[in-house]
T-cell receptor, first 115, second 112 residues
Framework: DAGVTQSPTHLIKTRGQQVTLRCSPKSGHDTVSWYQQALGQGPQFIFQYYEEEERQRGNFPDRFSGHQFPNYSSELNVNALLLGDSALYLC??????????????FGPGTRLTVT | DAKTTQPNSMESNEEEPVHLPCNHSTISGTDYIHWYRQLPSQGPEYVIHGLTSNVNNRMASLAIAEDRKSSTLILHRATLRDAAVYYCTPNAGGTSYGKLTFGQGTILTVHP
């Protein structure tokens, strides 16, 4: 089992550009969440996808959007990049169970640098 | 969202027990308490979770206060590999399921 995989590992973009980050969940998982982690801070929840729909969202602007595919993989898109978007972007997968809570498995992250 | 408060840093010697506290006084009655740790250059790793009762697994133990306003992660014998940032985070159920709210976490240093 490969666990949660993310691509690319590192990315450098220019202010104003658009970026797409990709995530493949752990086998058997159907829910994907995205987090942004600035240097020295804890991860901040961006949004969560389940059954190809955005299920809940954190306090992030509409420039941040996502998608989930039928195979449960997911993309995070960020438009009109700002310098402040420079961060580690983490993908986490889990299994959505009725009434129970399950641990989330995180990928290694994509380091985005905006210049 | 429930807020958590943790010490910025703690230190331990190898082979000694470590008790990492977390205050979560605003937690709701249905929120589970999850602990994750993040080793350098890695994504967070699940450690343990609980609702009301104390919990044990192969990695650690979790002691939850009777009023659920605080909890303590216990590493019974710290190793150098346990040096990481430790986060406690409420994990809501229902429609907010899976939304983890991370604070600053506790940086644990383990001395040989």
């Amino acid at each position: 089992d490969a666990g949660v995989t993310q691509s690319p590992t590192h990315l450098i973009k220019t202010r104003g550009q658009q970026v797409t980050l990709r995530c493949s969940p752990k086998s058997g998982h159907d829910t994907v969440s995205w987090y942004q982690q600035a240097l020295g801070q804890g991860p901040q929840f961006i949004f969560q996808y389940y059954e190809e729909e955005e299920r809940q969202r954190g306090n992030f602007p509409d420039r941040f959007s996502g998608h989930q595919f039928p195979n449960y993989s997911s993309e995070l898109n960020v438009n009109a990049l700002l310098l402040g978007d420079s961060a580690l972007y983490l993908c986490a997968s889990s299994r959505l169970g009725g009434g129970e809570t399950y641990e989330q498995y995180f990928g290694p992250g994509t380091r985005l640098t905006v210049t | 969202d429930a807020k958590t408060t943790q010490p910025n840093s703690m230190e331990s010697n190898e082979e000694e027990p470590v008790h990492l506290p977390c205050n979560h006084s605003t937690i709701s009655g249905t929120d589970y308490i999850h602990w994750y740790r993040q080793l350098p250059s890695q994504g967070p790793e699940y450690v343990i979770h609980g609702l009301t009762s104390n919990v044990n697994n192969r990695m650690a133990s979790l002691a939850i206060a009777e009023d659920r306003k605080s909890s303590t992660l216990i590493l019974h014998r710290a190793t150098l590999r346990d040096a990481a940032v430790y986060y406690c985070t409420p994990n809501a159920g229902g429609t907010s399921y899976g939304k983890l709210t991370f604070g600053q976490g506790t940086i644990l240093t383990v001395h040989p």
